[in-house]
């Protein structure tokens, strides 16, 4: 049970935490699907960890991914593997993370970022146990249990249609939902304390003196937006800056940025000046008229719009390359993620998928997207 322990940093003593903890004990121990709903540092992965090592499967494979930190095609290898010449640079096979944890157990985060392309697949793993590698047409068996979490409302998302209503009933066997640090007021000071001893070694000192009246005020009473991560970071900066173990800790810096000489001019970066310029309520969605203002910074192709036309025009060709250099450039500013680019366009992600289908955008090569 070490590999448990060194994972569990889940502590608190509050009703609604404890209540947490009960509804983890009672799930773990099943093979079914679990979804974690909670705000951002709220502690989401710690709890998908507990879940595996309280389970049968503590001595397998327990993996983990950040689904908002690849593309869809990158996560689409990552998570389900590919075969050799399934695209330039795959040489060979490769495994994803299904088949790496296969009796194991996967933690996929920010769940609600992923394409209904990698939501469909899901689907079809959670539902039958297989899938297909990229550029394959082999079904792959596996045996897995599949824990996500989001910090988003997932049935909001589902009836807007910017999530797939039959994924969210098939991961939605049990939810867990964690309360905000804000709830958990008598857990502040003990989950500040365990953080303030742990950075106390870290720094080889003696002891730890505790805190004064002064900042046990203060962290009991602020708001913590960020949580249980907000509130380590504070402690932990406050330990070290006091930089006596004889001495309470006192000194509580809530925002690291405050100071006298914080910057007020902003640089404005090529990107965040076509942001600024193109606003998801500014941003046309339909055919433009001939008449209608662009951003300044779009392609050579739209700016013309903007310009006296030699006549006889192809309105439909104009129209069609006006949407296709906004949608490439609001997924550029977007990170190529379509959940993210069709709020920018005002669009549901279905709309914004027909559009990619409509244009051939979906098969564009990451490499060509810049």
Not at 75 to 96: N, P
Not at 123 to 128: A, G, T
């Given at each position: 049970?070490?590999?448990?322990?060194?994972?569990d940093?889940?502590?608190?003593?509050?009703?609604?935490?404890?209540?947490?903890?009960e509804q983890?004990?009672?799930?773990?121990?099943?093979?079914?699907p679990?979804?974690?709903?909670?705000?951002r540092?709220?502690?989401?992965?710690?709890?998908?960890?507990?879940?595996?090592y309280?389970?049968?499967?503590?001595d397998?494979?327990?993996?983990?991914?950040?689904?908002?930190?690849l593309?869809?095609?990158?996560l689409?290898?990552?998570?389900?593997?590919?075969?050799?010449g399934a695209f330039?640079?795959?040489?060979?096979?490769r495994?994803?993370?299904?088949?790496?944890?296969?009796?194991?157990?996967?933690?996929?985060?920010?769940l609600?970022n992923?394409s209904g392309?990698?939501?469909?697949?899901?689907?079809?793993?959670?539902?039958?146990?297989?899938f297909?590698r990229v550029?394959?047409?082999?079904?792959?068996k596996?045996?897995?249990?599949?824990?996500?979490?989001t910090?988003?409302?997932l049935p909001?998302?589902?009836?807007?249609?910017?999530?797939?209503?039959?994924?969210?009933?098939r991961?939605a066997?049990?939810?867990?939902?964690?309360?905000?640090?804000?709830?958990?007021?008598?857990?502040?000071?003990?989950?500040?304390?365990?953080?303030?001893?742990?950075m106390?070694?870290e720094l080889?000192?003696?002891?730890?003196?505790?805190?004064?009246?002064?900042?046990?005020r203060?962290?009991?009473?602020?708001?913590?937006?960020?949580?249980?991560?907000?509130l380590?970071?504070?402690?932990?900066?406050?330990?070290?800056?006091?930089n006596?173990?004889?001495i309470?800790?006192?000194?509580?810096?809530?925002?690291?940025?405050?100071?006298?000489?914080?910057?007020v001019?902003?640089?404005?970066?090529?990107?965040?000046?076509?942001?600024?310029q193109?606003?998801?309520?500014?941003?046309?969605?339909?055919?433009?008229?001939?008449?209608?203002?662009?951003p300044?910074?779009?392609?050579?192709?739209?700016?013309?719009?903007?310009?006296?036309f030699?006549?006889?025009?192809?309105?439909?060709?104009?129209s069609?390359?006006?949407?296709?250099?906004?949608?490439?450039?609001?997924?550029?500013?977007?990170?190529?993620n379509?959940?993210?680019?069709?709020?920018?366009?005002?669009?549901?992600?279905?709309q914004?998928r027909?559009?990619?289908?409509?244009?051939n955008?979906?098969?564009?090569?990451l490499?060509?997207?810049?």
């Amino acid at each position: 049970m070490n590999r448990f322990r060194q994972q569990d940093n889940l502590l608190g003593q509050s009703n609604s935490f404890l209540e947490v903890l009960e509804q983890i004990s009672q799930i773990a121990p099943l093979n079914k699907p679990v979804l974690i709903i909670g705000e951002r540092g709220t502690g989401k992965e710690g709890v998908a960890a507990r879940l595996h090592y309280l389970s049968k499967r503590w001595d397998q494979t327990y993996s983990k991914l950040n689904c908002a930190a690849l593309s869809e095609s990158l996560l689409e290898s990552e998570l389900f593997g590919y075969e050799a010449g399934a695209f330039t640079g795959a040489a060979k096979r490769r495994e994803g993370r299904f088949e790496a944890a296969d009796n194991g157990t996967l933690f996929l985060d920010e769940l609600a970022n992923t394409s209904g392309l990698i939501q469909e697949k899901l689907l079809r793993v959670i539902e039958y146990g297989e899938f297909e590698r990229v550029g394959g047409s082999k079904s792959v068996k596996v045996d897995i249990r599949l824990v996500a979490a989001t910090n988003e409302d997932l049935p909001a998302l589902a009836q807007s249609g910017e999530f797939r209503a039959d994924l969210l009933d098939r991961l939605a066997f049990d939810v867990i939902t964690l309360p905000p640090l804000r709830e958990r007021k008598d857990d502040i000071m003990m989950l500040a304390e365990h953080f303030a001893i742990n950075m106390a070694r870290e720094l080889e000192m003696e002891l730890f003196s505790g805190f004064t009246e002064t900042a046990k005020r203060i962290l009991l009473e602020h708001h913590w937006p960020g949580n249980i991560r907000e509130l380590k970071n504070v402690v932990e900066r406050a330990v070290y800056r006091s930089n006596n173990p004889d001495i309470p800790v006192h000194n509580i810096v809530l925002d690291p940025f405050e100071s006298p000489f914080r910057p007020v001019n902003r640089t404005r970066t090529s990107d965040r000046i076509k942001l600024a310029q193109a606003s998801p309520q500014e941003l046309p969605v339909a055919e433009p008229t001939l008449g209608s203002s662009l951003p300044e910074n779009t392609h050579d192709a739209t700016s013309e719009t903007n310009h006296n036309f030699q006549f006889p025009v192809d309105l439909k060709e104009l129209s069609q390359n006006f949407e296709i250099d906004l949608i490439k450039q609001a997924l550029a500013e977007s990170q190529y993620n379509q959940k993210k680019t069709a709020d920018r366009l005002s669009l549901t992600y279905h709309q914004l998928r027909g559009y990619l289908k409509k244009y051939n955008l979906l098969d564009t090569p990451l490499e060509d997207r810049e």
